[in-house]
């Protein structure tokens, strides 16, 4: 179960990473960042990504869950905030693409990972 938990955060370390490549606007100081950043998000994901879900489960349900998309990008960008400037995010669309594309590169590197441990 932890190591588990160890290899999602390094994972989403490497997505972060590689959003941070992609985009100008979304600043990462390193892979330390990175992965201090995937532990806050795995926190935040955890105690108040739920929270968002129930409250905005009407909205959600609505637009066929790609509300989620917004949800993810609203603790990403408080991950930033909490991160002060070693990880900066410029505006909230990038942080809805960003969120998007660590969305589906978190599903590819688990699932290749999954593929390969098993």
Known sequence: MLLR???SVFLNAVALIVVAQLFSSFQLDG????????VILGILNTIVKPV???LTL?????TLGLFLFIINAITLMITQAIMDNSFVIDGFGT?????VIIS???LLLNKLVKDTVT
């Open 5 to 7: 938990w160890i290899i």
């Open 31 to 38: 892979f330390g960042t990175a992965l201090l950043a995937s």
């Open 52 to 54: 968002l879900v129930v």
């Open 58 to 62: 009407p909205i959600t349900l609505l």
């Open 95 to 99: 942080a809805v693409i960003a969120a």
């Open 104 to 106: 589906i590169l978190n």
